[in-house]
């Protein structure tokens, strides 16, 4: 046996015992789909994972995704052996406040860890985000990424492997930890290696079969992957549990810590415990920055109408002239989004994620984490599809600034496959989200420029038709504000908006004056942070409000603004919330916003009834 296939089996061994005792003491974990991957971690981080433990955010070092999560142990015991941190914290796992959560976390504890995962399928898309942001900044660095058996039965993988293929990230090696045991029983495929390799092979990968508990074909093979063009699959065969009789590809075992009266047969069958320590490969080194050239793009500005998606991007592509880190996803609706107008100002930061939307979040997530303002936008329907990677996001820490457009039943003739009306809710229940939505085109780039500085998981939603502009090119539009468009000493109702319904609220203003009724109308532009003084205020001085907006009646606008006077004490006046109660068909916007009962004739209805006129 050689000197590093000795070496290598040791930390192997470690890494299996480590998982087991660190598990046993939490008294929860999954010790055994650790002990799976244990000699695949052994190599990677001991002679080919090149960075520097010290400082694991310098930019040339190379990036490690669990997209297995639930194996953390097993991360979390290379990265003590590595010197990461000591025993004592390793043996903190899953406890309060501990950083070495059940599933990996990038806390500032944890630096380690570059993006949340333990919902399956997300880390591959992760990991070609940060591919594509080192070929932005020229940086010869690779991404691993390491993949469980189950998880390949999720959609959201293929995406991910089509994706990588198809933007030439051969700096990408993902391994599949094939130990045939699921949660529940056996995977969908077993053993059957083959499956996956052609698969890979078929996606434009290049493709390998190694045993992973042979490590020097695992080192053999982790070399080529690193010489060859394409990104390398890397398919090992491996048992749950490996080197423990009683645990060794037994069903049964997933999820479950080894009783503490059985850990020390366990650990005796994998020689005892160790006290293994390695430096990993040094990271490359990187070069600085070459100077960044801004465009000559001028800010965009309106004295004509304009969709609030066209303002969006024109917003986004004076922005990727003007910052060499903003990047701009599409998901194959460029044309409708305006997102292309970024492709034609910065096309080597432009990323096209074609009908993938999970696929899109997923690279966006990975693109933050290495320093990118990512912004991706689709018709906000479709983002809806991504709830799982936009939740995880917040997990993450993660930056994404995110559009949808389409908003609402306004987009007419499309019908309601293709209209965003669940999407308020979905961004409201996010922690720290921001929710934007502009009513015309100078809201919009204002609003679209500060997302480019705001931290966590920020919204803007926009509008498929022309508005008016009612605002100048100059004006402020603080997170958490609102614009008071009409009021008066004397106004009897408050009419609230936001987005195509302040335009509603505005002609309905003008119907009630012809009846005698004096009616303040607010731009809740902010929907999350809301303006709460601004409606306390408003509330206590008409006694009367009427929230409308092109949504489902439930989680968005009108909820908001509940909220947020519940949270201000007693109340004394009405409120009363009009939006999209059935399922639309197909008809003009205006006949649909009719149909919905949110159109200015509805709001200067439902102002008379509450007033009792």
């Known amino acids: 046996m050689g000197e590093n296939t000795q070496r290598w089996n040791e930390l192997a061994a470690q890494i299996a015992v480590d998982s087991i005792r660190a598990t046993t003491a939490a008294g929860s974990g999954h010790p055994t789909s650790s002990m799976s991957m244990a000699h695949l971690l052994a190599v990677l981080f001991a002679d080919h994972l090149r960075f520097d433990v010290k400082d694991p955010h310098y930019r040339g070092n190379d990036r490690f995704v669990l997209s297995k999560g639930h194996a953390a142990p097993g991360l979390y015991a290379v990265l003590k052996a590595a010197g990461a941190f000591d025993d004592d914290a390793l043996m903190s796992l899953r406890r309060e406040g501990s ?22 399928g997300q880390g591959l898309a992760s990991g070609l985000g940060m591919a594509l942001a080192m070929r932005m900044d020229t940086i010869t660095a690779r991404v691993w990424v390491m993949l469980g058996d189950s998880e390949m039965a999720e959609g959201s993988v293929w995406e991910a492997m089509e994706a990588t293929a198809f933007h030439g990230a051969n700096n990408v090696t993902a391994i599949l930890d094939l130990n045939r045991l699921g949660q529940r029983g056996p995977t969908m495929h077993g053993w059957h290696a083959d499956v996956f390799r052609d698969r890979a092979l078929a996606f434009g990968w290049n493709a390998v079969e190694v045993d992973g508990h042979d490590v020097d074909a695992i080192d053999r093979a982790y070399t080529g992957a690193a010489d060859d063009e394409r990104p390398t699959f890397i398919v090992a065969h491996t048992q749950k549990g490996h080197g423990v009789s009683f645990l060794e590809d037994k069903e049964g075992w997933h999820g479950k810590a080894v009783p503490a009266d059985k850990l020390d047969a366990a650990v005796g069958e994998l020689g005892g415990d160790r006290h293994v320590r390695f430096t990993p490969p040094a ?49 194959e609706v460029g044309n409708s989004t305006y997102t292309e107008e970024a492709d034609a100002v910065a096309p080597d930061r432009f990323v096209q994620m074609y009908i993938a939307e999970q696929c899109m979040i997923g690279v966006q997530t990975g693109l933050q984490a290495l320093g990118k303002k990512a912004f991706a936008a689709t018709f906000g329907a479709f983002l809806t599809r991504a709830a799982d990677q936009i939740r995880m996001g917040t997990v993450s820490r993660a930056d994404l600034r995110l559009s949808g457009s389409h908003a609402g039943v306004s987009i007419g003739e499309d019908g309601p496959s293709q209209m965003a009306i669940e999407d308020l809710a979905l961004f409201r229940a996010l922690a720290g989200s921001t929710v934007l939505y502009p009513a015309d085109g100078p809201s919009a780039v204002a609003l679209t420029e500060r997302m480019a500085t705001l931290d966590g998981i920020s919204y803007l939603r926009s509008t498929r038709e022309a508005t008016p502009v009612l605002y100048a090119n100059d004006d402020v539009f603080p997170v958490g504000g609102s614009k008071t468009l009409a009021s008066s000493d004397h106004d009897d109702v408050t009419l609230i908006g936001a987005g195509i319904t ?86 003009t916007p205006e006949e649909l916003r009719a149909w919905a009962g949110i159109d200015a004739a509805a709001i200067a209805d439902a102002a008379r009834t509450t007033l009792g006129r």
């Open 99 to 120: 950083p070495l959560q059940g599933h990996p976390v990038p806390i500032p504890e944890m630096p380690w860890v570059d993006v949340a995962t333990g919902s399956l």
């Open 283 to 331: 990271p490359i080194d990187i070069k600085d920055a070459t100077p960044f050239t801004p465009s000559d793009v001028a800010r965009p500005a309106y004295d004509k109408p304009v969709a609030t998606r066209k303002a969006f991007g024109d917003a986004v592509a004076w922005l990727a002239g003007t910052d060499r880190d903003v990047v701009v996803l599409d998901g």
């Open 502 to 587: 302040l335009h509603e609220c505005l002609a309905a203003r003008d119907q009630l004056a012809s009846d005698g009724i004096t009616a303040r109308v607010v731009d809740c532009y902010s929907v999350k942070p809301i303006d709460v003084a601004t409606l306390r205020t408003a509330l206590d001085e008409t006694g009367h409000l009427v929230v409308v907006e092109d949504h489902r009646i439930e989680g968005g606008l009108g909820d908001a603004v509940l909220g947020a006077l519940a949270s201000t004490g007693t109340l004394a006046g009405t409120v009363d919330k009009l939006g999209v109660t059935g399922v639309a068909g197909s008809a």
